[in-house]
Structure formats: C-alpha cells, structure tokens
C-alpha cells in the first residue's frame, strides 16, 4: 500500500459515500449489476473505492472523460454484511455494472469527490497533513471536471463526433 492510501474506512464502521446500485446475487457473491431496474436484482448500496487510483477513474468516467465501464465487487474482510465497492477491470471478482451511466454520473461524480474529502479527513486525522492537502487537491480536481463536463466539455461528447457547447 501506498503513503496516500489508506485501509477502507467502511471496514471499521465509518460513514462513506455509496451510490445505489441494483445487485442479483448468486451464491456469495454478486452475479449480475445495473444502474437500471434488473430481473430479480435488489437496489443496494454500493461503496466508493477509497484508492486514487480506482477514484480517480471513476471520476472520470462520471465526467465522461473516459469510455471505460464501471464494475463491482465484495469488499473482502468485511464479514456477514457482504459490503460491495464500485471498482475497475481486471480486479478478481468483478462483475460489471450495466445500462446507461448518465442518469448517475453527476452523483457518482459528487460522491467520488465525497470520497476523496473523506481520505483527507482520514488523513488529517491521522497527523498526515501533506497527504490530506494532497487528497483535498484531488477532490477540487474532480469538482472542476464535473463543472467542466456540465459545460459540454466531454471527451464522449467529442470523441462520438457530436457537437459540444462553445464549439461549431
């Protein structure tokens, strides 16, 4: 683990932002997700990463500053309560989440950048201030890109070949 990560703080009972998410189950794990109603697929709350990694790609991908697909997976370590988190491809146990991204992306944007204020408070907390000033920074990027895309200014918009705000 890196300086600027942390231990995910929903796996010692801390508040964290979650965006809801509709989860069939099979088994242990989760089977199929979408951000739309699914056959026999219950709305449960998802966790954020707690990564920059992970955050960060996410953000961008809820700004539409990138194509990739959203995923989820068990948390690990956390027991009976069987907590999922939004995480990326290639990650063990991942399952994608279906349907459009665009009736969420401003939330997933807002609690990806929630979530980042909540590393920095962990960080603070924990006597780290240059980590927190750092995790502050990153959450003030994501808030400027979501400002950004809100404007026209998206990657989708102009890789599709669509017409953005401002421009012919």
Known sequence: MSEDEIR???LDGARWPVIGVRVRREDAGPKAASW?????AVLQEVLLPCTWPELERLAEI?????RARVY????????PEQLLVLCLRGTPGA???????????EVLTARARA???????V?????????ARLWRTRARRILKDGRAARRGRSVRAASAGLP?????
Not at 95 to 105: I, S, T, Y
């Open 123 to 131: 960080h603070r907390e924990a006597g780290r201030p240059r980590e």
């Open 36 to 40: 739309r109603p699914a056959p026999r």
């Open 62 to 66: 809820a700004t539409g500053r990138s």
């Open 8 to 10: 995910h703080p929903a």
């Open 72 to 79: 989820v997976r068990d948390l690990g370590e956390a027991g």
């Open 164 to 168: 953005t705000l401002g421009r012919p």
């Open 95 to 105: 399952v994608r989440v279906d349907g459009p991204l665009a009736p969420v992306a």
């Open 115 to 121: 979530a980042a204020l909540d590393v920095a408070a």
